[in-house]
Each structure stands twice: as structure tokens, then as C-alpha cells.
């Protein structure tokens, strides 16, 4: 993978920043807005916080500390078809307080100038990884957007669930979760009723 270009943070809307910037060290998921050179822009790369074992730091982590993890990435696309789940995913992203954080406004103008990193909760974080994972070899546009919009209709504990099972099970039995859920949310290619479902679930 060509190394990814340096973030800055830009472009954030007035007002969001100072709200964002002491959660980023202590949010369980973290959502990057980055650049890759053999990709096109923007890239968004899907992060969970986890303690690691005594050793040399990497992604983001340092010895016997916390590493942020990548899950996933969007880009192209898919990114383009999956936008308005990801913007409605992120809205209901909320502060200690309960109050909410308004992430979708980084979305919102339909090109995405902003660079760096946005907090994320239990249940968006696992959803996006989901889709993120989910979306992986599959070519349909239409297919990757209805399991995108199905995804998002998950309870926080269903997403954890199935995020779970297509990642954590060992590499053979994760893999084969990875392509029933496809089908369970997805149907198979070429479906005619993918689109009718797909037109429902976008109103």
C-alpha cells in the first residue's frame, strides 16, 4: 500500500472542532478522512482503540499503551453510494453529555474537504467496519448500498454481534460469515428484487 499522505485536520466547521478534539483520545472507534496516493481521494479508514501487549508502538499506539486499529477502508465509489448511510450512521454520534456531536456536517456539502479524525461510539464504530468489511470483492454498486442501508438499521448489540462474527472467529470461519452476510443483506448478484429493496430502504 503507497504510503498515505500527511492529514491536517482542515476544514472542519466552525464550532465542531474544539467539540471533537478531547474525545479523539479516549473514543473506542475513530473515523480517519485520509488521503492514499494509489487511491482515489478522500479515504476513509475505520479505527478501533484496544490495549496492546508491551512492545514497539505502531498505528497510532506506543509500548504497553493503546494502538488504534484499522478495521477498514472506503474510498471510490462505494464511498459515494454508501454516503448518505455513513452521514446518517454518524449523526447520532453524541458528546459525555448526550448532546450530539453533528459528524454528518463533515458530509454534508457532498465533497469532502475535511481531513483527519472524527470520534466515534460502540455502535457507529462497528457498523461502519461492518460495512467496510462487507463491501470488500463486491462489485455491485446496488448490492454494497443495501447492505450499507441494512447495516444501519442494526441495534448497537446486533452490529457488535456480526461485526464479531465476521472478524473474530479465525481467518476460514470469519471468511465464510463474511459471504452469508452478504447474501443475508445482500442477496445474490443479480437479484431483481435488490433494487426494489433498495429503493424502499432509501425513502
Request: charged share 30%; glycine share 10%.
Amino acid at each position: 500500500m503507497a504510503k498515505r499522505k500527511s492529514t491536517t485536520g482542515r476544514d472542519l466547521p466552525p464550532g465542531l472542532q474544539h467539540r471533537i478534539r478531547p474525545l479523539l483520545k479516549s473514543a473506542p472507534w475513530v473515523l480517519r478522512v485520509t488521503e492514499y496516493k494509489d487511491k482515489p481521494a478522500p479515504v476513509l479508514v475505520i479505527k478501533e482503540r484496544g490495549a496492546v501487549a508491551d512492545g514497539p508502538g505502531q498505528n497510532g499506539g506506543v509500548p504497553g499503551g493503546i494502538l488504534l486499529r484499522d478495521r477498514g477502508l472506503l474510498y471510490g465509489q462505494p464511498l459515494r453510494r454508501c454516503l448518505p448511510v455513513i452521514r446518517n450512521i454518524v449523526s447520532r454520534v453524541c458528546d459525555h453529555a448526550g448532546v450530539p456531536l453533528e459528524l454528518q456536517r463533515v458530509f454534508d456539502n457532498g465533497r469532502i474537504t475535511f481531513r483527519g479524525n472524527l470520534p466515534l461510539d460502540e455502535e457507529a464504530g462497528a457498523k461502519l467496519s461492518l460495512i467496510f468489511k462487507l463491501r470488500e470483492g463486491v462489485k455491485d454498486m446496488d448490492r454494497i448500498e443495501l447492505m450499507a442501508w441494512r447495516v444501519q438499521r442494526f441495534s448497537r448489540e446486533e452490529a457488535v454481534y456480526w461485526l464479531t462474527r465476521a472478524t473474530q472467529y479465525g481467518e476460514a470461519a470469519s471468511r465464510w460469515a463474511r459471504s452469508g452476510m452478504r447474501i443475508m443483506l445482500g442477496g445474490q448478484p443479480g437479484d431483481r428484487e435488490i433494487l426494489h429493496l433498495l429503493e424502499k430502504l432509501r425513502e
